[in-house]
């Protein structure tokens, strides 16, 4: 089967058919860092952007309140787990997710295409989309594009997801352009699938690690007119270096007028190395994932609060900060509910951690829009890169074997 983009039109520069209204306002010196906004049916967004990871109509511990006063603006739910629960039925009935959660901001949906991924040994692939079996209840579900497509109409969310086929980075060439073809006539569905929807529709760039895949993906999805594109099938087994490549590469095969989206990724580090090569979106589930482990992110480097270093000690998580936790909590008390897993303390660092990563893009765009975004690219990856400076983990010495020595006997004499 081949890709048949018959009937859609090529997507040209200045595309006057975009839901979101996508404006560049900057592109900053020495750096492919860019400053944008777009309109949604929830209001305006400015980017770049961090999106929680609210999986099942919830960023885990977190409720709408505490995600506001972190500065979160837009979220991201997963269409392959509210397909089980609640099902598409319930928000047909609350007339979408932002009601049913009472979220008032925008919502991105993915499209489920990574789950499917996820579960290699409990699906089956075929061309109709993916037949996997239901955690919840047992029964067996068809993943096609024009199904997840129904359940994100569902779901309401301001940004849908076409559904893709994601396969290791690290797959053969073969592999990777099967996959990529594949992706390429699901995008076409859901597209189509989507007939006169106001929600927006991003494309899927695939091509794991392999330059001309990359610009063959790129060069195809273009051809149809959604509202901005993704860079997927990364994070998923390339080295960092290799991550940081095929974003470029990747962002460069891409429209400048309309937004572009790095999905899953990732630590403040890969965000600012992401925005510095020409990302505006990004989502991933490890400011709170994190801290349920007891990792925070500060201006002196990244914490983990189990080290006993902290179990006395008065001073707030992080000086430069003024979120809740910071103002209110000593390191100590922090150190005390994470080693005694207590839940507070997941909310507290997960606050934490998302004032952090909002701060981060707020900082990135003034940067942005002030034509300095170099100096801060280059102040920060060091920054970032580095642990509790005031309080460097040093690694236990290995305790050396004494070499056992013998005694030299003279020779002709009993040993």
Not at 46 to 65: H, S
Not at 79 to 106: C, D
Not at 167 to 183: C, G, R, V, Y
Not at 189 to 217: H, N, T
Request: aromatic share 8%; net charge neutral.
């Amino acid at each position: 089967m081949t890709n048949d983009l018959t009937g859609i039109k090529t997507l040209c520069y200045d595309h006057p058919m975009s839901r979101l209204n996508f404006h560049l306002e900057a592109e900053a010196q020495d750096s492919h860092a860019r400053a944008g906004r777009f309109m949604t049916a929830h209001g305006p967004i400015q980017t770049p952007i961090f999106m929680p990871v609210g999986t099942q109509a919830t960023v885990k511990g977190l409720n709408v309140e505490s995600l506001t006063t972190t500065g979160s603006r837009m979220l991201l739910a997963n269409t392959y787990h509210l397909m089980l629960r609640p099902g598409a039925e319930v928000f047909e009935k609350f007339g979408g997710i932002h009601r049913f959660m009472n979220w008032q901001g925008p919502v991105l949906t993915d499209s489920g295409g990574f789950q499917i991924f996820s579960l290699p040994n409990s699906r089956k692939m075929t061309e109709d989309g993916a037949t996997f079996k239901s955690y919840v209840d047992g029964k067996l579900h068809l993943l096609s594009p024009e199904e997840s497509i129904r359940i994100q109409k569902a779901i309401g969310s301001d940004v849908m997801m076409v559904l893709d086929q994601c396969i290791p980075s690290t797959s053969s060439h073969a592999e990777a352009k099967k996959a990529m073809d594949l992706t390429h006539r699901w995008a076409l569905r859901s597209f189509k699938a989507r007939g006169e929807s106001s929600q927006a529709m991003f494309g899927i760039v695939q091509g794991a690690c392999y330059p001309d895949l990359r610009k063959i993906s790129a060069d195809t999805l273009t051809q149809i007119p959604f509202d901005g594109y993704a860079i997927g099938g990364l994070a998923v087994g390339e080295t960092k270096d290799e991550r940081y490549e095929f974003t470029e590469l990747t962002a460069g095969f891409l429209p400048k007028n309309l937004p572009r989206y790095l999905m899953g990724v990732g630590t403040p580090l890969d965000i600012l190395e992401g925005v510095h090569r020409g990302v505006d979106m990004f989502d991933c589930i490890l400011p709170t994932a994190l801290a349920q482990r007891g990792t925070a992110f500060t201006s002196k480097g990244k914490f983990q609060l189990r080290r006993s270093v902290y179990k006395f000690s008065e001073e707030a998580l992080d000086p430069d900060c003024d979120c809740g936790t910071c103002t209110q909590y000593s390191r100590a008390y922090l150190h005390h509910l994470t080693k005694a897993d207590e839940l507070l303390g997941w909310k507290l660092l997960s606050k934490h951690n998302l004032t952090f990563y909002h701060r981060m893009m707020k900082e990135m765009r003034e940067r942005i829009l002030a034509n300095d975004f170099a100096s801060y690219y280059r102040e920060k990856k060091e920054a970032w890169d580095r642990s509790d400076e005031e309080n460097p983990a040093v690694p236990p010495k290995s305790k050396k074997r004494k070499k056992k020595i013998h005694p030299i006997v003279p020779e002709g004499t009993d040993a």
